[in-house]
Structures are given as C-alpha cells and as structure tokens.
C-alpha cells in the first residue's frame, strides 16, 4: 500500500503564505541580482583569505587577483572554503541517505497523461517502510514571460544542459530517497550511473507503485535525474566574533527534507544586512551587531538543521510504528493549518 500525503507546506488559507510555492533558483538569483550591476563581480572562485595588520581582509582568488574589505560574509554554500578556514571544526557528515531527484516536463499533452492531483501541489509518498518520494510542481501559468530584463527567462547554464537548467518551462520535480543500503548499487556504481540507468533503476525499486508515480519517473528526460547524496552539517559551538561571519550553507547546511534550507538562508541575509546597516549608521559596534547575528543565526539555524535531519531519518526508517505516527502527524497538520504553522514556520523554537 502507498500513502500519498498532502504535502505539509501546502495549504487552504486564504493568507497566501501558508500555502506552497515554487521558486526557481534561476529566478530568484536574477531577482536577488537585479540592480546590483557593476557591484557583483562573476568568475572569480575564491581561494584564501588573509588578515592584515589594520584588521581588513583580503580575499584571493584562483586568477591571481585580490579584494579588500572590511567585513567579509561567506554565503559561498555547503562546501564553504571561508569556512573551512575560519572555523576548520565545522564539519558536514554524510547521513548514509541517497536521493535521486529528476523533472517530468508539463506540456498539454503530458499534463493529460498525469492525474491533476500530481500537479496541483506537492506531495509525500510513504510506502510502508524505508523510501519514499516526495513530488512538487513548478507551474509558471498562463500568463508567464520572461521580463524585458530576462528575469524569469534563462540564463547562462541553459547553454551547459538545456533540459536541467531550463527556466521557461513547467514541470513537476520528484525525488525518490532512501538509504544507500536499500540501492542495488553500492555508492562508487550510483556516483557514476547516468540519468537513464539511475532513472530505470528507480523505475525498477517503485515497481509495485502506482502506474502514475512509475509514468512520472519513466517519461522524465534522462538528463533530468541526478543523484543527491544527502549531507548534513553538524552544530558548532559559538566562536569569538569577528569581521568575518558566514550565512546559509556556509555555516547550517541541512537535509532538504523540511524545505527550509534556503528560507533560513534568506532569514541569516536579513538580519546580518540589518546589523551591518546600523553599525553603518554608527547606531551600534560593528563587532557586536555581527556577535547579535550570529548568536541568533546559530540558535534557529542549528536548530532547523536538527529538524531537517529528524524528517529525512523519518523518510526513510524502517520502524513501521514510528513510521505510521509519523503520517498519522502529517495528516493531523495538513487538516489544522494553524498547527501546522507552528511546527513548520516557527524556526526560532528549538
Ligand atoms: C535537492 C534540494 C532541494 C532543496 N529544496 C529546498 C526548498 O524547497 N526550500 C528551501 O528553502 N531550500 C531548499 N534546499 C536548500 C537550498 O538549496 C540551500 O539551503 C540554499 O541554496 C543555500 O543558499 P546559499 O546561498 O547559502 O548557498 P548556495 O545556494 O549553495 O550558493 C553558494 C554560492 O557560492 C558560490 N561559491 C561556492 N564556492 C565558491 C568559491 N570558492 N568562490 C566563489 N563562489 C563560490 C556557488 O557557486 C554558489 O553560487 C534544497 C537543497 C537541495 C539539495
């Protein structure tokens, strides 16, 4: 038997932000980029930093050249090279979890060939034991184009594969996981199996799945489907504060099981451009605007890294009793939207 839930971020509220949205990275770091011409510097792959006497930092980079600032934020992702020397502890651990992810492209005629329910919001599916899938849409409606700007349109990783990086077309995204133990392929074969024998290898491990779950993964182009290895960053304890500090994946990578992993991200930009702001404005002390940050960052960022994790585990267990109250709480969420908020958006809490 397969139970597929309503995922928990989606929602009937009339407030717009209890329900699911898709966001395309693509988009999004076009918006987040738009009007920052001539201050972002593309190609340039951070190496090293060094501190000088006179407290700036300079930042090498692969060609040669060199930056100097004040302050340096590292949002430079899961396998942070300023972290790694700031804070050599921080470590990631693999979670033993593997993920392989692929789109199912939504044209009229493929959209006639999937149940609606597959397209109209994301979903869970949880087998009775040790996998399962989870299934979202990215829908761009009727009236999509692309700004006079090209926000919303592609950019240039659509020249490196047209099909994964393409950025004007809807799709519905799935993900199968499982353990590394439950593939038929040890790591070494799964890291060097192609689109289209790891799509026809979960092909295979959803067999007795629901032919349209199987037609979903089947008619997904094969360059879609990648394999995820999941890792997860272990907590740190707080460091002397600097005029170096991290956000994002650079200091709480986590699981992308609760979704929330570049929701944080944007939290760790909005509080540390406020603190930055006021020490600009002389309201406070560089040093401790950045120590404000950082004590807060560490507390909600560790503490939805653990959340992320206890859903992955969750996901993926084998304890058929464990398993059932877990689906039994997700339709509990899913029927009481207020509840559901508060243990899926309150971040804070630990
Ligand atoms: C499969 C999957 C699904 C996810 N789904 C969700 C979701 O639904 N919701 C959600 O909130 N989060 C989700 N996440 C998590 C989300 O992608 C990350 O948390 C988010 O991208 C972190 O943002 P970031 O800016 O910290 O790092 P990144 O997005 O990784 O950006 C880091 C940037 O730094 C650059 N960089 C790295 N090293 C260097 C260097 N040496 N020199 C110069 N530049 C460098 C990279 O090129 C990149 O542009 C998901 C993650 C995965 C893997």
Known sequence: MLVVEDELTSGTERDPTGAHHSVSRITLHQVLSAGLEGALHHGKEFERYARAADGTVTLHF?????????????????????????????????????????????????????????????????????????????????????????????????????????????????????????????????????????????????????????????????????????????????????NITLLGDAIHSMTPFRGIGANTALRDAQLLARSLIAASRGEVDLLDGIHDYETRMIDYGFAAVRRSLRTAEQTISTNRVGRSMFKAALRVFSVIPPLKRKVFSDLSSK
Request: include cysteine; aromatic fraction near 6%.
């Open 62 to 242: 692969v060609d040669g050249t060199t930056a100097t600032a004040d302050v340096l934020v590292a949002a430079d992702g899961a396998n942070s090279r300023v972290c790694r020397q700031y804070l050599p502890d921080a470590t990631r651990v693999d979670t033993g979890i593997r993920a392989i992810a692929g789109k199912y492209p939504l044209t009229e005629e493929t959209k006639r060939r999937l149940p609606t329910r597959l397209q109209d919001g994301p979903h869970s599916v949880l087998p009775p034991s040790g996998c399962g899938m989870f299934i979202a849409p990215h829908e761009l409606g009727a009236n999509y184009a692309p700004t006079e700007r090209g926000i919303g349109g592609n950019d240039e990783t659509a020249a490196r594969d047209a099909v994964l990086f393409d950025n004007t077309g809807s799709y519905v995204m799935w993900a199968y996981t499982a353990s590394s133990a439950k593939y038929p392929h040890g790591d070494a074969e799964l890291s060097d199996m192609g689109g289209e024998r790891l799509r026809d290898m979960v092909g295979t491990l959803i067999a007795d799945w629901h032919p349209s779950l199987r037609r979903l993964v089947a008619e997904s182009p094969a360059q879609s489907v990648s394999l995820l290895p999941i890792r997860t960053s272990v907590a740190v304890r707080q460091w002397e504060t600097s």
